[in-house]
């Protein structure tokens, strides 16, 4: 089948009327179709949740163990008696 050929055929194809559809899958389609955003508006909603969860725990932890300030020296033992 050459190039020719494909385009006709292509063309026939596209030419025919479309397939009717049951009438009682179009109701399941929307069904499933809400079901699926709702889904995905659930799940939207847990990650931003979870996100800001992480962020307040980060920002907790960073203000009371406060990794920027160097610890103590403990090497060198206290001077006494001069």
């Known amino acids: 089948m050459n190039r020719t050929e494909r385009e006709a055929a292509v ?7 479309p397939p009717q559809v049951p009438p009682e899958l179009y109701a399941d389609v929307v069904r499933r ?7 995905r ?3 939207r909603r847990m990650m931003w949740l979870l996100l800001c969860a992480a962020t307040v725990a980060f920002v907790v932890w960073a203000l009371t163990a406060r990794p920027w300030v160097e610890p103590p020296s403990q090497t060198t033992p ?3 008696g001069w």
Do not use: D, F, H, W
Request: proline share 5%; glycine share 10%; aromatic share 0%.
């Open 78 to 80: 206290p001077v006494t």
């Open 41 to 43: 508006t659930v799940a």
């Open 11 to 17: 063309r026939r194809i596209l030419e025919q009327a």
């Open 33 to 39: 179709g809400g079901r699926m955003l709702r889904r």
